[in-house]
């Protein structure tokens, strides 16, 4: 079953190497969609693909990689829209 998800990570996520870090796991999982870093020093994420996967996406944010010392993360699942090609890096917002 498709899905789409939404994860906002918060804590010290930025300056190492979360965005590059979730491109790959998430490729690594055959998902599709966008990471970017936020103003305010959190990370977003927006994926779609099968539930299960989304899950193990959701679960490799809490902990995020090396260096990162995730304080929160916020999930909210939304319906699919099969918009994506790919998953990239994307600029700050």
């Not at 959190?42 to 809490?62: D, N, T, Y």
Request: proline residues 2%; negative net charge.
């Amino acid at each position: 079953m498709n899905a789409r998800i939404h994860i906002f990570v918060y804590g010290v996520v930025q300056g190492v190497f979360f965005r590059s870090n979730t491109v790959s796991a998430a490729k690594r999982l055959g998902l599709r969609g966008w990471v970017r870093n936020m103003r305010d020093g959190s990370v977003e994420i927006v994926a779609e693909g099968e539930k299960e996967l989304l899950e193990k996406l959701a679960e490799w944010c809490r902990e995020g990689p090396e260096g990162a010392e995730v304080e929160n993360m916020k999930k909210e699942w939304e319906r699919f829209t099969g918009e994506f090609s790919d998953f990239e890096a994307r600029p700050t917002a």
